[in-house]
């Protein structure tokens, strides 16, 4: 069975930083394009950015753009989203997910789900 296992989340100061990282496993990784979401109290759930499969291509809210970066590691299964220049509105519990269609350059399905990780950014 697949499963994503997020970590990396914690309590940072407005304008610190976070690396968050999500290991997958129970599908041949380096085949799909994978996203990270995220959640606050009381809001939608949001887009915060994606990789393609190949790695070459990343996609980013404009809320985040020029502030996270989405990178891959296919030799540890790995996706990660370096977080620069944090503020309170960036707190929330954020979640990895996978493209279950392989070779997507972008995804638009998002198939499955890891725990999450809570990103909390206050003084």
């Known amino acids: 069975q697949v499963q994503l296992v997020e970590s990396g989340g914690g309590l940072v100061q407005p304008g610190g930083s976070l690396r968050l990282s999500c290991v997958v496993s129970?599908?041949?990784?380096?085949?799909?394009?994978l996203g990270w979401f995220r959640q606050a109290p009381g809001k939608d759930r949001e887009f915060v950015a994606a990789?393609?499969?190949?790695?070459?291509?990343?996609y980013y809210a404009d809320s985040v753009k020029g502030r996270f970066t989405v990178s891959r590691d296919n030799s540890k299964n790995s996706v990660y989203l370096q977080m620069n220049n944090l503020t309170p509105e960036d707190m929330a519990l954020y979640y990895c997910?996978?493209?279950?269609?392989?070779?997507?350059?972008?995804?638009?399905?998002?198939?499955?789900w890891g725990q999450g990780t809570q990103v909390t950014v206050s003084p």
């Open positions: 990789i393609s499969w190949t790695g070459a291509s990343q």
């Open positions: 129970g599908l041949t990784f380096s085949r799909y394009a």
């Open positions: 997910t996978v493209d279950a269609r392989p070779y997507q350059s972008r995804p638009t399905t998002y198939d499955y």
